[in-house]
Every structure is written in structure tokens, then in C-alpha cells.
Nanobody, 126 residues
């Protein structure tokens, strides 16, 4: 049974940093792209960042580009999201997800992901 468990969320002041982790178990993840999405209260879920199965390519939403960095450690089956220069509008529940198809291109669309974590709350105060 595939499981994704996020951690590292919390309350931080604007301008601060947080590092989210997503620990994967129950499968082999090195062949799959992994992504982070987020959902703020009253808003639709949105793409944040993706890293391809090889780790050779990453992609970011325009709203986080230059501030967030996604990375992966396949030896630990863990994906990270380093978030710097946080803004109040980054407040949301952050979810990690595993891409449905192996060796894929790193989709920005949630429909291309088949397993999701339970989410971790990030709150940025002004």
C-alpha cells in the first residue's frame, strides 16, 4: 500500500522559511515524478512544484518561482519543498503527490497523480 506522509508545516512570519518533507513508502518511487500542490481556504487546489523521476528537471508555479525549491532523495524515498521568503498568500494546506505514470515528464495537473498525502498546514502571518 503506497503511503505519502507530509511533515514540516507550521506557523511562520512573513519573510521566513519552512522545509516540507514527504516520506513515501509501499513502493518504488525513484521511477516516478513527485509534486507539491496546495489548497488555501475557499480556493481551488493549485500546483506548486514538480520534480521528474530522474530529478533532472523541476517546474514551479509562477507564484513561487525563485522562492521555493523542490528536491528529492531517492535513497530515503523522500521529497522536499524548501520555502523561503514566505508570504501570507502562501498560507494553505500543502500536499505531496506521486505521478501516475513512471518516467513521465512531470505534470502540472493534479489528474496525473494517483497517490496523495494527507497534507500539512502552512500558515504565514503578516
Amino acid at each position: 500500500q503506497v503511503q505519502l506522509v507530509e511533515s514540516g508545516g507550521g506557523l511562520v512570519q512573513a519573510g521566513g522559511s519552512l522545509r516540507l518533507s514527504c516520506a513515501a513508502s509501499g513502493g518504488t518511487f525513484s521511477s516516478y515524478g513527485m509534486a507539491w500542490f496546495r489548497q488555501a481556504p475557499g480556493k481551488e487546489q493549485e500546483f506548486v512544484a514538480v520534480i521528474t523521476w530522474s530529478g533532472g528537471s523541476t517546474g514551479y508555479a509562477d507564484s513561487v518561482k525563485g522562492r521555493f525549491t523542490i528536491s528529492r532523495d531517492d535513497a530515503k524515498n523522500t521529497v522536499y519543498l524548501q520555502m523561503n521568503s514566505l508570504k501570507p498568500e502562501d498560507t494553505a494546506v500543502y500536499y505531496c503527490a506521486k505521478e501516475r505514470l513512471s518516467s513521465s515528464y512531470g505534470s502540472y495537473y493534479s489528474s496525473e497523480y494517483d497517490y496523495w498525502g494527507q497534507g500539512t498546514q502552512v500558515t504565514v502571518s503578516s
